[in-house]
């Protein structure tokens, strides 16, 4: 009903609008720095597979979407505590907006720092939404995570209280 009666209000051609443009920008250095960053500490923090698109081209909300997939919902929720911290401490301001904070059951956690969204997904859900996919004509901005130190091994300790692990029967005592 409501369609006879818009089609019969419509002249016969109605030209198409052209496309809107809009002039090429591009994200300053400052947010640039900001998205290496983040994905630096999400590397530091067990993160993998962290992919940085610049979308300053396609979006005017945001100059930048980090890309990483985590392991659990509980690593995802921890790393996004911890960038709102380090941003926090950083500019001044915390994150602006969150998702998949709020339940257990959240396979995507997206942070909003104005200029840089970081969206961190559980693999199954990177695999489902592919954004990269979604947005391939994109560039990217190239980042490789730093290589980390091997981690030295620690004693046990409870309180001040110095434990000492003595070797197996199969293993010489260097006492």
Same mark, same amino acid.
């Given at each position: 009903m409501f369609g006879r009666a818009l089609s019969k209000s419509l002249p016969e051609s109605v030209p198409a609008s052209p496309p809107i443009s809009r002039p090429a920008r591009k994200p300053s250095p400052a947010t640039t720095q900001a998205a290496l960053a983040i994905a630096? !500490?999400?590397?530091? =923090?067990?993160?993998?597979?962290? $992919?940085?698109?610049?979308? /300053?081209?396609?979006?005017?909300?945001?100059?930048?979407?980090?890309?990483?997939?985590?392991?659990?919902?509980? !690593?995802?929720?921890? =790393?996004?505590?911890?960038?709102? $911290?380090?941003?926090?401490? /950083?500019?001044?301001?915390?994150?602006?907006n969150t998702g998949g904070m709020e339940s257990e059951d959240s396979n995507w956690v997206l942070l909003d720092f104005d200029d840089v969204v970081v969206h961190l997904f559980l693999p199954e859900a990177r695999a489902y939404y592919g954004l990269e996919t979604l947005w391939a004509d994109v560039p990217r901005l190239p980042f490789t995570p730093a290589a980390r130190p091997p981690e030295a091994p620690q004693q046990p300790d409870l309180g001040g209280i110095q434990f000492r692990v003595f070797p197996t029967p199969d293993e010489p005592d260097d006492r």
């Amino acid at each position: 009903m409501f369609g006879r009666a818009l089609s019969k209000s419509l002249p016969e051609s109605v030209p198409a609008s052209p496309p809107i443009s809009r002039p090429a920008r591009k994200p300053s250095p400052a947010t640039t720095q900001a998205a290496l960053a983040i994905a630096q !500490q999400l590397s530091n =923090l067990q993160a993998t597979d962290i $992919v940085i698109l610049d979308m /300053s081209g396609p979006l005017v909300i945001a100059d930048y979407f980090v890309i990483a997939t985590v392991t659990s919902t509980r !690593q995802a929720q921890a =790393l996004a505590r911890e960038l709102d $911290v380090a941003s926090k401490a /950083s500019t001044g301001r915390k994150r602006r907006n969150t998702g998949g904070m709020e339940s257990e059951d959240s396979n995507w956690v997206l942070l909003d720092f104005d200029d840089v969204v970081v969206h961190l997904f559980l693999p199954e859900a990177r695999a489902y939404y592919g954004l990269e996919t979604l947005w391939a004509d994109v560039p990217r901005l190239p980042f490789t995570p730093a290589a980390r130190p091997p981690e030295a091994p620690q004693q046990p300790d409870l309180g001040g209280i110095q434990f000492r692990v003595f070797p197996t029967p199969d293993e010489p005592d260097d006492r």
